[in-house]
C-alpha cells in the first residue's frame, strides 16, 4: 500500500494519467484528512477551485490542493513530534496517567479527524495549516470558551457524530468538533445544556 508522500509524487507527476493523479490526491486523505475524508475533500476543491466530482480537473489545481494538505501533514506531525517527546518526558518523570489532552489526541493519532466536520460541505474557509496551527495553539493553552479556530461563540452539543467521540460540541460557525481539553467546563456545560433546551 503506497504511502502519503508517494501518492504525493503521483500526484505531480505530469507523466501519470490525469485519472490516476485525481485518485491519488484522494488517496493521501486515507492518510492524512483533518476534517474527515469528505470534508477534507471538499475543502480542497473549493480552495483549489475545481468541483468535487470534476474527473478532469486543471492538473495545476490538483498541485496547488496537495501542496495545501502537505503544508497542514508538516504542522500536524511536527507536533506530534513534540507531543511524543513531551510524553516520555513525563513518563520519565513520574507522571503515567495521561491527561484528557492525551486522551484526545489517541483519537487522533496520525491526524485523521483532527478537526472533524460531521458535515462534509461545513468547515473553516482558511488555510488547513492555520486551522491545525490554531487548534495546537489552543491544547497548549488553558482552556476557553469558544471555538479554537474561528472564535465562534455557538457551540452546538451533538451526540449523533460519525466520528469518535460520537457526541461532543460543533461549532456552529466553522462545523468542526471542537476538542473537550480546548474549552472549560463551562463552555461545555453550556454547549450541553443548549442541546437538552433544543430538545426539550
Known amino acids: 500500500m503506497a504511502g502519503f508522500r508517494s501518492l504525493a509524487r503521483q500526484v505531480r507527476d505530469p507523466r501519470c494519467d490525469l485519472a490516476l ?16 475524508h469528505r470534508a477534507t475533500w471538499d475543502h480542497l ?9 470534476d474527473r478532469s480537473p486543471d492538473p495545476a489545481r490538483l498541485v496547488a490542493a496537495l501542496e495545501e494538505l502537505e503544508e497542514a501533514r508538516a504542522v500536524w506531525l511536527a507536533y506530534e513530534v513534540e507531543f511524543a517527546e513531551r510524553r516520555r518526558k513525563e513518563k520519565h518523570d513520574g507522571l503515567r496517567r495521561p491527561g484528557s489532552v492525551d486522551d484526545w489526541h489517541r483519537l487522533t493519532w496520525g491526524g485523521f479527524g483532527v478537526a472533524w466536520c460531521d458535515d462534509p460541505r461545513v468547515h473553516p474557509r482558511g488555510p488547513l495549516a492555520e486551522v491545525l496551527r490554531r487548534l495546537i495553539a489552543a491544547l497548549e493553552r488553558a482552556p476557553g470558551s469558544c471555538c479554537p479556530v474561528c472564535d465562534g461563540e455557538r457551540l452546538d452539543w451533538r451526540d449523533d457524530l460519525d466520528h469518535e467521540p460520537s457526541a461532543g460540541p460543533v461549532c ?27 430538545s426539550a
Do not use: W
Not at 456545560?189 to 433544543?198: E, T, V, Y
Open 21 to 36: 493523479r485525481r485518485y491519488s490526491l484522494r488517496k493521501c486523505l486515507e492518510r492524512f484528512a483533518p476534517y474527515g
Open 45 to 53: 476543491c473549493s480552495r483549489a477551485g475545481f468541483g468535487p466530482e
Open 172 to 198: 456552529a460557525d466553522c462545523g468542526i468538533l471542537v476538542p473537550r481539553p480546548v474549552l472549560t467546563p463551562g463552555a461545555l456545560g453550556a454547549a450541553r445544556r443548549g442541546r437538552l433546551l433544543m
